[in-house]
C-alpha cells in the first residue's frame, strides 16, 4: 500500500472539507492519504511515498523554516509536489515579474526591497494612481494587505515605512474589475479541472471566505481557460517543472485575464464545487507517485 502525507500545518492539522474529499477515490486507488503539519517536530519523512502540500497556509508566518524545510526534502530526494524547486519559486511574489518577462498580463506593481524608504505618496503618483494596494512580497491568504489611497497616503506612511523595514512589498494599481470578481481557474495535472468565481463584499476589495469575500462555482469561458492555461504553461517554462496542481488567479481586463496570483503551493482546490475534481486530483496524484516524478 502506498502512503502519502497530505501536508497541513499545526495551527490547523486536519483535512480542510474540500481535501477530505481526496481521501476516498485515493483509497480506491491503492493510496493511502493521512494529513501531517509541516511543522511537526520528529515526523520521519521517510515513511511516506510522497507528500501533497495542501492546506499549509501558516507557512509565511515561518517562512525561513519553511524554505529549509522544503530544501532539506529535495536534498533527502523525498518525493514533494508541487516540486520544490517550484514552491520555492512562488513563495516570493518576484514570481509575478518573471512572469510578466514572459508576457504574461499581471497587474501593474511597483516592487521596493527591504529597507527602502520612499514617500507612499509619491509612489502613487509616480504612477497615477489614485488608489493602491500595499502586500508583503511573501505572504499568504491577504496577510498584511491592505488598501491605500492617495488621500491617505500620508496618514499611512508610518504603517508603509515600519512594514518596509522588514520586508519587501509591492504596491499594485487597485483593479477596480474586482468588484466584477476574481476568476479561480484549478489545473490538476496541466489540464484544467473547473473553475470559481470568487467576489468581495460591498464596497471590500478581498475575496478571502474570512475577510468577507463570497465564491461560487462558475463556468469558465474557453478564452479565460486558453489564456489560463498559457500563464500555467509560462510558469512551467520558466522553473522547468510540470505542476502537478495549480490555481490561476485573475480578473478580466478588456477581456483579457489579468494575474493577479498563481497559486502554486498551498491554494484551495473547491474539490467541492465540482463532482469529479477530487477524483481527477486523485487520479493525478497516483500517476505522479507511480511514475516517481
Not at 134 to 160: L, M, N, Y
Amino acid at each position: 500500500m502506498t502512503t502519502i502525507a497530505l501536508i497541513t500545518d499545526l495551527k490547523q492539522p486536519g483535512l480542510t472539507r474540500s481535501d477530505r474529499l481526496l481521501v476516498a477515490p485515493l483509497q480506491a486507488r491503492g493510496v493511502t492519504a493521512v494529513p501531517v503539519p509541516w511543522d511537526a517536530p520528529h515526523v520521519d519523512w521517510h515513511a511516506y511515498d510522497a507528500l501533497v502540500l495542501r492546506s499549509c497556509w501558516e507557512y509565511h508566518h515561518q517562512a525561513a523554516h519553511f524554505q529549509s524545510w522544503v530544501e532539506w526534502l529535495r536534498e533527502q530526494h523525498i518525493p514533494l509536489w508541487n516540486p520544490a524547486p517550484v514552491v520555492l519559486w512562488n513563495m516570493d511574489k518576484h514570481y509575478l515579474r518573471h512572469l510578466a518577462d514572459r508576457n504574461v498580463p499581471i497587474v501593474p506593481t511597483v516592487w521596493l526591497a527591504q529597507g527602502d524608504a520612499p514617500d507612499l505618496a509619491a509612489v502613487l503618483d509616480s504612477r497615477g494612481w489614485t488608489q493602491a494596494v500595499v502586500k508583503p512580497c511573501i505572504s499568504a491568504s491577504a496577510h498584511d494587505t491592505w488598501r491605500t489611497t492617495r488621500a491617505a497616503a500620508a496618514q499611512d506612511q508610518e504603517r508603509f515605512t515600519t512594514m518596509l523595514a522588514g520586508q519587501s512589498l509591492m504596491v499594485q494599481k487597485l483593479m477596480p474589475e474586482i468588484e466584477q470578481g476574481e476568476w479561480s481557474l484549478i489545473f490538476l495535472a496541466g489540464a484544467y479541472s473547473h473553475a470559481i468565481l470568487k467576489r468581495p463584499a460591498v464596497g471590500d476589495i478581498f475575496v478571502q471566505e474570512h475577510l468577507g469575500g463570497s465564491s461560487v462555482g462558475a463556468n469558465a469561458g474557453k478564452g479565460i481557460i486558453k489564456q489560463a492555461a498559457n500563464i500555467l504553461r509560462q510558469a512551467e517554462l520558466h522553473t522547468g517543472h510540470a505542476a502537478l496542481y495549480a490555481r490561476v488567479d485573475g480578473v478580466l481586463v478588456n477581456g483579457r485575464l489579468t494575474l493577479m496570483e498563481l497559486e502554486l503551493i498551498e491554494p484551495d482546490l473547491f474539490l467541492a464545487e465540482d463532482p469529479l475534481a477530487a477524483s481527477r486530483f486523485a487520479q493525478a496524484i497516483t500517476t505522479a507517485v507511480a511514475a516517481g516524478l
